[in-house]
């Protein structure tokens, strides 16, 4: 038998593959390296350093609780407007499953705004009704420019009508109609329309440089800091808010907050009836309809009140609910009520996962300090001498007249400003410190003085 030996030229090709092939696996893992350090760098760094800082700030904060003084005779109710329920394309969510997270959240209301699923559409229609206590009230969020539609009342919208005249029509029957998603655009001259979102979470969303690296933070934070990885999205709309300041120029349009909830930002995974697993997905859509496998019996537990026997989740309701809500001064809890309230300005939106607002007011007096008008109310100028605001922790007081800031004052529960050049729309932000800044809080609809 002859033995071949490899010539030099030959065991130095092969080394030289051998040494390309090296650097090319090095570069692989580099590469992932690199992957694995940009996404995950930040989430872990919020996890341990910035969101445990928070948490500290947070407690400090709430320890320095001041109960204010009742200037506005009405109860402030705190709710949600705008939230979406399985009668929505793109939400699973049931009664059961709303309702403990809005008792967490301490809501007293919960207007809906479910998709239209036809071109007649019948109220009232899906959940609708007081449940433990909580009102929770019908609505659509109409096709094309969204609105949230709420007749009040037994009718059927039909939805080919034109859009002017639907809206006419709601609100000459006492029904509401605020403008949805207020970064798109809508016909803002219509005569009728009560009011829009001067916050939306999803208007946050969208304007994220990389919303993959919040989707990671969020897993990664999907504890005990969920609520300061949904912080995460916040930004100050404030074009938004300019468009809404230059509206009310014109006529009272009141700005609501809206987390447009849908608990559908999640993975999971319940039985069917015919032993089969259905996987579910983002935005509610059916992944797959399986046998069960051995994935399922490694991740499937005992089910849920939703039937759920797997869940993964970074939108629960909860969160959603916990994070910007609308306050509303009533009389009473009913959607009547509330609706009629809203409609007049009485309301202020509040982040409540940063801290509960609930006592928080602003109003206007006179000459002997008689409060004859509160956010909301349109008041004559010789009957106005001061306004004045309160807030249950020490806040930044910062006070717009037609938009433009004029006034602030730092660290206090109590504000006071004289009005001398008196016409014009005033609204309050109010903001907490949190990490050295102070961050918005608190949005009052305005005091309109003519």
Do not use: C
Request: hydrophobic residues 40%; glycine residues 6%.
């Amino acid at each position: 038998m002859k033995i071949h030996f490899l010539n030099p030229p030959t065991v130095k090709a092969v080394s030289m593959a051998g040494r390309m092939l090296l650097v090319l696996v090095k570069i692989i893992l580099a590469f992932f390296a690199g992957l694995i350090v940009y996404f995950l760098a930040e989430p872990l760094w919020n996890r341990y350093i910035v969101y445990p800082a928070l948490e500290g700030e947070r407690a400090e904060l709430w320890l320095n609780y001041k109960k204010p003084e009742q200037f506005i005779s009405h109860t402030d109710f705190k709710g949600v407007l705008h939230s979406h329920t399985y009668r929505s394309h793109d939400s699973r969510g049931i009664l059961e499953e709303i309702i403990p997270a809005a008792k967490k959240a301490k809501l007293n209301f919960i207007f809906l705004a479910d998709h239209r699923m036809a071109d007649l559409d019948t109220f009232p229609r899906g959940i609708h009704g007081i449940f433990e206590g909580i009102v929770i009230e019908s609505g659509t969020e109409s096709p094309g420019a969204s609105m949230m539609v709420t007749p009040l009342r037994s009718v059927v919208l039909d939805w080919t009508k034109d859009r002017s005249q639907l809206i006419h029509e709601v609100v000459k029957n006492d029904g509401m109609v605020f403008y949805l998603h207020s970064e798109d655009e809508h016909d803002w001259g219509n005569p009728d329309y009560q009011g829009m979102e001067i916050y939306n979470i999803h208007s946050d969303l969208i304007d994220e440089k990389s919303p993959l690296r919040f989707l990671v933070n969020g897993m990664v934070n999907s504890g005990v800091y969920r609520h300061w990885s949904y912080r995460e999205l916040f930004d100050e709309q404030t074009k938004i808010i300019s468009l809404w300041d230059s509206l009310n120029k014109y006529r009272r349009i009141v700005g609501m907050a809206a987390v447009d909830a849908h608990n559908n930002q999640s993975v999971r995974a319940r039985h069917t009836k015919n032993g089969m697993v259905e996987w579910v997905g983002p935005n509610a859509k059916t992944w797959s309809v399986d046998k069960p496998g051995w994935k399922e019996k490694l991740l499937l537990g005992q089910p849920d009140v939703g039937g759920w026997a797997f869940k993964m989740e970074l939108d629960t309701y909860f969160h959603s609910f916990n994070f910007a809500n609308t306050h509303i001064f009533g009389d009473s809890l009913s959607s009547r009520s509330l609706k009629n309230e809203l409609v007049k300005g009485h309301a202020y939106i509040a982040f409540e996962s940063l801290a509960e607002a609930n006592g928080f007011q602003f109003f206007a007096s006179d000459s002997s300090g008689k409060v004859n008008a509160i956010l909301g109310d349109s008041i004559q100028s010789e009957n106005v001498v001061k306004l004045g605001a309160v807030s249950p922790y020490p806040v930044r007081f910062e006070l717009f007249k037609n938009g433009k800031l004029i006034d602030s004052q730092e660290d206090r529960y109590a504000y006071e400003f004289k009005v001398r050049d008196k016409k014009g729309n005033y609204r309050i932000v109010a903001r907490l410190k949190f990490r050295g800044e102070w961050i918005p809080w608190v949005y009052t609809n305005p005091i309109y003085i003519f």
